[in-house]
C-alpha cells in the first residue's frame, strides 16, 4: 500500500509515518523542508501549494498539518480544501488527524466537548478553528475521507501501546472513565484505519484502553 503523509515533520506526523514504515507500507512523507521522518522518500511542498500531480498514484492520504498560533488557525480550512480539491473525484483516501473539542457529549450531537464548562479558554480559538475545517469537510463528497478525532487528553510523549478503544462521533471513555490516548497509539489508529478501514465520510474517535 502506498501512502503520503502530508506535514510527516510535525509530532503527530513523524509518528504516523514510523508506523506505517514498520508495518511495510510505501511512505512517502510531504514536508516543506528537510524530511525529518522516517520516510525514505519525501515531496518537498508547502502543503498549500500540493497539487493533484503530487498525490498520484497513492491510496492514502493522510493529513496531519496543525496549527497553534493566532493567525494561522484559519490554515486548517484552507490547507484542507486544498488537498480535497486536488483529491476530489479519485479514490485516493484522506485520512485527517483532528481534533477532540468538536466531539459531540450528549445523543442529541447539539453540545461538543468545547462547549463544556471545564473546556480551557486557551483552547478554544483552536477547537474552533478545527470545528469548522471539520463541518467544510462533511460537505465534500467528492472526496473519499475519514476523520479520526483523538481523546480530550491527546498526550505528544505517551506510550505506545498498542491498543485503543475505536468510537464514533461521541466523546469515549475508557474503562477508567479517561478520555486519553498518546500520539503514538493515536498513529497505530490512523495506519490501522488505513490499511483496513471502511470509515468513509465518517468522523470516528480513538481512546486508550
Known amino acids: 500500500m502506498k501512502i503520503a503523509v502530508v506535514c510527516a515533520n510535525g509530532k503527530a ?3 504516523i509515518t514510523k508506523e506505517a514504515v514498520q508495518r511495510g507500507l510505501d511512505v512517502t512523507a510531504v514536508v516543506r523542508g528537510e524530511n525529518k521522518s522516517a520516510a525514505s522518500q519525501s515531496i518537498s511542498r508547502d502543503v ?39 483529491l476530489s473525484g479519485t479514490d485516493i483516501r484522506l485520512l485527517v488527524v483532528g481534533g477532540a473539542g468538536s466531539l459531540y457529549v450528549n445523543p442529541e450531537h447539539t453540545a461538543c466537548v ?75 489508529a490512523m495506519v490501522d484505519e488505513i490499511v483496513k478501514g471502511g470509515h468513509i465520510q465518517e468522523r470516528i474517535s480513538v481512546v486508550r484502553k
Not at 69 to 80: A, D, F, I, N, V
Not at 134 to 147: F, H
Open 13 to 15: 506526523g513523524q509518528l
Open 48 to 86: 498549500l501549494d500540493i497539487m493533484a500531480e503530487d498525490l498520484k498514484g497513492f491510496d492514502a492520504v493522510v493529513d496531519a498539518f496543525g496549527a497553534w498560533t493566532e493567525e494561522t488557525l484559519p490554515l486548517h480550512s484552507s490547507s484542507l480544501k486544498v488537498l480535497c480539491d486536488a
Open 114 to 188: 468545547a462547549d463544556g464548562p471545564d473546556f480551557p479558554d486557551m483552547f478554544k480559538p483552536l477547537a474552533a478553528a478545527m470545528a469548522k475545517a471539520l463541518s467544510e469537510l462533511r460537505q465534500r463528497n467528492d472526496v473519499k475521507w475519514t476523520y479520526i478525532s483523538p481523546a480530550g487528553d491527546f498526550q505528544a510523549e505517551g506510550e505506545r501501546s498498542g491498543e485503543y478503544i475505536l468510537g464514533g462521533e461521541e466523546l469515549t471513555l475508557n474503562e477508567k472513565g479517561e478520555s486519553i490516548i498518546s500520539y503514538a497509539d493515536y498513529a497505530v
